[in-house]
């Protein structure tokens, strides 16, 4: 079993529907949580960043993080075209500077229709 | 500020022969890695480097060698290509102070297909 279990999809929306990408995981010790968004062709870039548990909003994206299940969330309201792209969850136990590694997810396909 | 830089973008070999996937960062980052990305699979870590002079296996490092001899270059070499090393490879790197320090700034990537 991965670490970390992410529905690959590929998963298709509406323009403006609200969108729900979810990733599981095993090890109780993670604590740094994280979503990168990589387009096609492209290198990830980081879009959230939560330390432990509870919900954390940048704009039209909502990262929440519910350690007691072992879950966690990236909502994406009124979602866009320009979103369409693969979303990878990532954690970690440690910061990189005490020699935590990042685990990523298998990554969800994202695709948004006009 | 060119960021993280990988070459070549595109690669075929044949199996056996020998490469070097090149990376450099302008971003004075300590931290260095190598990742691999297969259909289902995720990004899986092959190497990573926290400094110059210093070098770690990830998670699936068997048939790459890494050296850093400086902060800004990277290098990961592939002695003798098996097809099983057909991926894309990325290049990614992290440094700075306090937490905003996890981020990671990854290059565009190296297609690479082992015939």
């Known amino acids: 079993q991965k670490e970390v279990e992410q529905d690959p999809g590929p998963l298709s929306v509406p323009e403006g529907a609200i969108v729900s990408l979810n990733c599981t995981y095993s090890?109780?010790?993670?604590?740094?949580f994280m979503w990168y968004r990589q387009y096609s062709r492209k290198g990830p870039e980081l879009l959230m960043y939560?330390?432990?548990?509870g919900n954390k909003e940048d704009g039209r994206f909502t990262a929440q993080v519910d350690k007691s299940s072992k879950y966690i969330s990236l909502f994406i309201r009124d979602s866009q075209p320009s979103d369409s792209a693969t979303y990878l969850c990532?954690?970690?136990?440690?910061?990189?500077?005490?020699?935590?590694?990042?685990?990523f997810g298998q990554g969800t396909e994202l695709s948004v229709k006009p | 500020n060119a960021g993280v830089t990988q070459t070549p973008k595109f690669q075929v070999l044949k199996t056996g022969q020998s490469m070097t996937l090149q990376c450099a960062q302008d971003?004075?980052?300590?931290?260095m890695s190598w990742y691999r990305q297969d259909p289902g699979m995720g990004l899986r870590l092959i190497h990573y480097?926290?400094?110059?002079?210093?070098?770690d296996q990830g998670e699936v490092p068997n048939g790459y060698n890494v050296s850093r001899s400086t902060t800004e270059d990277f290098p990961l070499r592939l002695l003798s290509a098996a097809p099983s090393q057909t991926s894309v490879y990325f290049c990614?790197?992290?440094?700075?102070?306090?937490?905003?320090?996890?981020?990671?700034?990854f290059g565009s990537g190296t297609q690479l297909s082992v015939l």
């Open positions: 990614a790197s992290r440094g700075g102070t306090g937490t905003t320090n996890e981020k990671l700034f």
């Open positions: 090890n109780s010790a993670f604590q740094y």
């Open positions: 939560t330390y432990s548990s």
């Open positions: 990532a954690m970690s136990t440690l910061l990189y500077n005490q020699g935590g590694k990042l685990i």
């Open positions: 971003m004075n980052h300590e931290y």
């Open positions: 480097s926290v400094g110059a002079g210093i070098t």
